[in-house]
C-alpha cells in the first residue's frame, strides 16, 4: 500500500517517514547507498560509486548522480513535503577513476512555495575535479512538523560483477513492443508524497535512452553529456511507460534523445518530458 506521509498526524510524523524510507520502503537512496536526511549533510553527503552506476567502458551514467544530486532546489524532507518541478545535469567528466562523489549543494532562491538551486558534483579525493553540475527547481507540497529524526543510514552494498544493471534492480522490464516500463506504484518506488519517486523516473529514462542512442550509434557504446528531465504531473498508478526517439547532430557523432514517461493507468497522462545528449565513449 502506497502511503501519502502528508496524512500523518504530527506525533507520528517521524517515524512514519523513517518507516517509508526504511528497507520495506523506498529504495532509491538506499539502494545507491546515497545518504539523506542526516544532521550533519556537510559531512556525509557523498555516494560512493559502483560498476553498475557505469557503462560498459567505465563512464558513469545519468541516473546516479541524478539521485546523489537530486536537486529540488533546496527544500529536504527535514523542513517540507518536496517536490521536484524541473532538472538538468551537465556531465564534464565521465569519472572512469573515481572512487566516490561529493555533492555541494548552493540553494539560489528560496521562495514560500518554490526553491531554486543547483549542486556540483565533485570527485570526493579531490575535490577540484569537477565531475558535474545540477540545476533544478523544486516545491512545496507541505511543511514538516518540528522534531526532526535522523534516517538510518543505508547499508553497504559492495562493489560486484554479480551486481544486475540498475533497471533490473529497479524492476524496469523492456515490454514485447520494444518500450521500458516501470510496474505499477509500490511503496519501494513511492516518494512521501504518494507519487512515482524521481529515482525510478531516472532509472527507466536512461535505460529507454540508452537503447535509442546506442542504435542510432550503430552499437557503439556512448556517455551521456546532458541530461534534462521535466516532472509534468505525478505517477499516481502505473504502469509507467518510456516513449521517445532519437536523431543524430553533426558534432562529433552525438545523438540527441526526446522521452516520455507516460502513466498507463492514468489513461496515458503524461508525468515527465525529458531529453538527453550523447557522445560516442572514447
Known amino acids: ?37 542526516t544532521f550533519d549533510d556537510d559531512v556525509k553527503n557523498t555516494m560512493v560509486l559502483r560498476r553498475d552506476m557505469r557503462n560498459d567502458v567505465g563512464g558513469i551514467m545519468a541516473a546516479p548522480l541524478a539521485i546523489a544530486a537530486p536537486e529540488t532546489g533546496g527544500f529536504t524532507d527535514k523542513e517540507t513535503i518536496p517536490a521536484p518541478v524541473t532538472y538538468a545535469l551537465h556531465v564534464l567528466d565521465d569519472a572512469r577513476d573515481v572512487r566516490e562523489v561529493r555533492i555541494v549543494h548552493t540553494t539560489l532562491h528560496a521562495g514560500r512555495n518554490m526553491a531554486f538551486g543547483q ?3 565533485v570527485d570526493a ?14 516545491i512545496k507540497l507541505g511543511t514538516a512538523p518540528p522534531g526532526f529524526q535522523e534516517i538510518d543510514h543505508p547499508p553497504v552494498i559492495d562493489d560486484s ?4 544493471p540498475l533497471p533490473v534492480a529497479f ?10 516500463e516501470l510496474p505499477e506504484l509500490n511503496p519501494k518506488h513511492a516518494s512521501t508524497s504518494a507519487s512515482l519517486h524521481l ?36 505517477g499516481t498508478v502505473g504502469p509507467f511507460v518510456v516513449t521517445g526517439d532519437a536523431v543524430s547532430g553533426s558534432l562529433g557523432g552525438r545523438v540527441l534523445c526526446n522521452l516520455t514517461l507516460s502513466d498507463e493507468g492514468r489513461g496515458g497522462r503524461i508525468v515527465t518530458s525529458a531529453s538527453a545528449v550523447f557522445r560516442p565513449a572514447d
Do not use: C, F
Open 199 to 234: 529515482g525510478p523516473i531516472h532509472v527507466v529514462l536512461e535505460a529507454a535512452a540508452v537503447d535509442l542512442a546506442t542504435d542510432r550509434a550503430g552499437g557503439a557504446v556512448v556517455q551521456v553529456e546532458e541530461w534534462n528531465v521535466l516532472y509534468v504531473a505525478p
Open 1 to 37: 500500500m502506497v502511503e501519502d506521509i502528508r496524512s500523518a498526524p504530527a506525533e507520528g510524523y517521524w517515524e512514519k517517514l523513517r518507516e517509508m524510507m526504511g528497507e520495506d520502503g523506498l529504495m532509491t537512496y538506499r539502494y545507491l547507498g546515497r545518504t539523506v536526511n
Open 171 to 180: 524492476g524496469a522490464r523492456r515490454r514485447a513492443d520494444g518500450q521500458w
Open 161 to 164: 560483477p554479480d551486481l544486475p
Open 125 to 138: 579525493d579531490n575535490p577540484d575535479r569537477v565531475i558535474a553540475l545540477a540545476r533544478g527547481t523544486g
Open 119 to 121: 549542486s556540483m558534483v
